[in-house]
């Protein structure tokens, strides 16, 4: 079974409606992380968790907001979907190592959100 | 603040060319530094990393030396397969305790046979 698992893996939507994208993993990491990817911008980071407790804005953080349910799941909202909204969203985890500067994150296999 | 930037793609190769994608970064105190690969239709996994400053980081043929002097991080293969098609990212990670990754824009990377 996979690691860190993104449900649904593919959605359509129409502008207005509120979309939830669901992260969840099996590797008992504190951190959680959602991103987009669009073609030519690379990946750009929602939002993040460091623990339940703790949520924290990312570089694009207008139009969503997250909940942080467990250490496991991190889901992110659309609380009413625009066109531009239209993208790749990937889920990521890392691990707290202490006293380190490294900092692997994994990745989900991502959501592909269509919004008409 | 922290940033990586690396050369804009697509890249194209025949099969057996010599691959170089350049990473350049700006960050304060001494970062981490990794390539993570995105084959198609999945999600980012990495491919290599390095620590401190002239470490070598190495995987399936890729190389990448952690240049303090020029702050650099260039990914580097000597024979690229088809299979090596897929979009490369670079990233750092500055020690200050509670950072996120900080990711390059992504080179997409096209081998025909």
């Known amino acids: 079974d996979a690691d860190v698992t993104q449900t649904p893996r593919n959605r359509i939507t129409k502008t207005g409606k509120r979309i939830m994208l669901e992260c969840s993993q099996t590797k008992g990491h504190d951190r959680m992380y959602w991103y987009r990817q669009d073609p030519g911008l690379g990946l750009r980071l929602i939002y993040y968790?460091?623990?339940?407790?703790?949520?924290n804005k990312g570089e694009i953080s207008d139009g969503y907001s997250v909940s942080r349910q467990a250490q496991a799941k991190f889901s992110l909202s659309l609380e009413s979907a625009i066109p531009n909204q239209t993208a790749l969203y990937f889920c990521?985890?890392?691990?707290?190592?202490?006293?380190?500067?490294?900092?692997?994150?994994?990745f989900g296999p991502g959501t592909r959100l269509t919004v008409l | 603040g922290n940033s990586v930037t690396q050369m804009e793609g697509p890249v194209t190769l025949s099969e057996e060319a010599f691959l170089t994608i350049n990473c350049t970064y700006t960050a304060t105190g001494y970062p981490s530094l990794f390539w993570y690969v995105q084959y198609p239709g999945e999600g980012l996994q990495l491919l290599l990393k390095a620590t401190k400053a002239d470490d070598k980081g190495s995987n399936k043929g890729f190389e990448a030396t952690y240049r303090k002097e020029t702050t650099s991080f260039h990914l580097e293969k000597g024979s690229v397969q088809v299979s090596d098609s897929a979009v490369y990212f670079c990233a750092l990670h500055a020690y200050s305790g509670n950072t996120p990754l900080v990711f390059g824009k992504g080179t997409r990377l096209s081998v025909i046979a």
């Open positions: 968790s460091f623990d339940v407790k703790d949520i």
């Open positions: 990521a985890t890392s691990d707290l190592v202490r006293g380190s500067s490294y900092n692997e994150q994994f």
